[in-house]
């Protein structure tokens, strides 16, 4: 178990998970412009599980898909990180840059900030 990686940027926190997080997470999950991209939207209990799988990961590592909250409001947005891809892929092993935010906070350069954030805190 490794401490988990916290950290903030100009506009929100990369966080731990916390339990309030996931009914926003439902909710951005079930939500078909988010998930145009995806095979499905996801119920509440496949959206549950992976966050859970989020949390884990950061207790396990230290580092992963981070929750992304708000400076300003506290609200939670969804998630910005890092991860390892289990698939097996032709230049395995590799880290993958992910987000995932909510419409409402799409086109406002969030998750490249998110980004550029996760990949200097991660390789610092």
């Known amino acids: 178990m490794a401490d988990p990686i916290e950290f903030e940027t100009a506009r929100f926190f990369l966080r731990q998970w916390k339990p309030a997080d996931r009914e926003p997470f439902a909710a951005l999950n079930a939500d078909s412009r988010v998930m145009e991209f995806f095979p499905a939207q996801l119920t509440r209990t496949e959206s549950d599980a992976i966050a859970d799988c989020c949390e884990a990961l950061i207790r396990e590592r230290g580092w992963g898909f981070w929750a992304a909250e708000l400076?300003?409001?506290?609200?939670?947005i969804g998630?910005?990180?890092?991860h390892t891809p289990s698939a097996e892929l032709l230049f395995s092993p590799c880290v993958e840059i992910g987000w995932r935010l909510s419409y409402s906070h799409w086109g406002k350069g969030l998750a490249s900030e998110g980004r550029s954030a996760s990949a200097l805190r991660l390789s610092a």
Do not use: C, N
């Not at 400076?71 to 939670?76: D, G, L, T």
């Not at 998630?79 to 890092?82: A, K, M, P, S, Y």
């Open 71 to 76: 400076k300003a409001s506290r609200e939670f």
């Open 79 to 82: 998630f910005v990180g890092l």
